[in-house]
């Protein structure tokens, strides 16, 4: 099983790390692996995500997650993307863009540093919507309970979420033009740049996650009529089985999940400037770092680790809010991928702990020696 799922990903690697040898021996090497666990750590809890929305597709739509889908995460983020973002900021053509990559690497980094107010703040309002729309939310399970109660009553309050994080973008840009005013030059105009940005991450936002949400809402009506035929189907001793996205409704979620892949890969390819600014190593890196997490996220599906660890999804959104602000962050202020990566990894080994320990107390209480109070709050 294991074998199957992650084979894929093994393969390439080794690919990989065999292309960076034989183009810049074992430095190359060296940077090619640091930059694969750099993604892999910055992107768990992307997979996360990802496995709570592909479960709910077809087995063909998962298929084309895993093809196509691959093809847009690797080759357009990993390898178009940083080129596109030096072609539009520095009003340059593709071909120059690849050009300048490729024989002046350190303009070519310097063009990306100018661009990621920007990308931090498309990016940034987009994962941010995801982690409001998360928490508003009423769910029947809670992890921090103490925090998502109040915060499912306040979430009835319509646009809740719209307002906060536009409130979050005003005082990202205002908060930035006060710090370009203050050094002039170039960089005094980026206060309307991670304004317009933001919006347009929020916008993004919206049209995508709305038409993945509308089709949703069609399916689970489709899936409560199957299951009134369903009950009358197992009295004549022919049950059907359960629906899943297909068609336009796995069109735009297949169309979500891609952007969302996006708005995660921000952090992975401007931290990889930190590390490299040769654009073959960090292809070759993030690009190993994408098909483990994409591997995983089919690990997750299959195994219906999300149904067992109810409280990993949590885990996960709390970590995208808390990348969402980082990358605000760091339209102003310097902050290292290490801390990045950490922050995702300790929410979600918490709420993998909190999980566990929710197991282990459901099973006793069957059993009659556990105490109630720990199995509802979950931490």
């Known amino acids: ?44 809890d992307n997979a996360v995500v990802n496995a709570g929305i592909l479960k709910k597709m077809n087995a063909f739509w998962q298929k084309i997650f895993l093809t196509v889908g691959i093809l847009i995460a690797v080759f357009g983020m990993r390898l178009v993307f940083p080129v596109v973002i030096v072609a539009i900021s520095a009003q340059l053509g593709p071909i120059e863009a690849v050009d300048l990559a490729l024989t002046d690497k350190d303009r070519y980094q310097e063009l990306v540093t100018d661009a990621h107010p920007s990308i931090a703040a498309f990016g940034g309002m987009f994962l941010l919507m995801i982690f409001l729309d998360f928490i508003f939310e009423d769910r029947d399970i809670k992890w921090l309970a103490w925090l998502e109660r109040p915060l499912a009553k306040l979430g009835k309050v319509d646009m809740l979420s719209v307002c906060i994080a536009l409130v ?25 740049t991670v304004l317009l940005a933001g919006i347009a991450g929020l916008i993004t936002y919206m049209i995508v996650g709305g038409l993945s949400g509308y089709f949703e809402d069609k399916l689970e009506e489709e899936e409560e009529r199957e299951h009134e035929e369903e009950e009358q189907a197992a009295r004549t001793g022919k049950p059907k089985s359960a629906v899943k996205l297909a068609g336009k409704a796995a069109f735009f979620m297949f169309l979500y999940l891609e952007v969302l892949d996006a708005s995660f890969s921000f952090d992975g390819v401007i931290g990889a400037f930190a590390i490299t600014n040769d654009i073959v190593l960090m292809a070759l890196g993030l690009g190993i770092g994408a098909m483990y997490v994409r591997s995983l996220t089919v690990y997750l599906v299959r195994q219906g680790t999300l149904d067992d660890y109810v409280y990993l999804e949590h885990g996960a959104h709390y970590a995208i809010g808390a990348l969402a602000l980082i990358l605000l962050v760091t339209i102003q202020y310097q902050i290292h991928e290490i801390i990045t990566g950490l922050v995702g990894v300790v929410l979600i ?9 929710r197991n282990r107390a459901l099973a006793a209480e069957g059993n009659g020696d556990q105490p109630k109070a720990e199995v509802s709050s979950g931490v």
């Open 168 to 192: 979050v973008l005003l005082i990202s840009a205002l908060t930035f033009g006060a710090h370009a005013h203050q050094h002039g030059g170039a960089h005094a105009d980026k206060a309307e």
């Open 1 to 44: 099983m294991l074998l199957k799922t992650f084979g894929w990903s093994f393969a390439v690697t080794a690919l990989g790390l065999v292309a960076a040898v034989f183009y810049g021996g074992w430095t190359a090497f060296g940077i090619v692996a640091i930059l694969s666990i750099l993604e892999i750590s910055l992107s768990f």
């Open 349 to 357: 080994a918490w709420s993998f702990w909190s999980s566990v320990r």
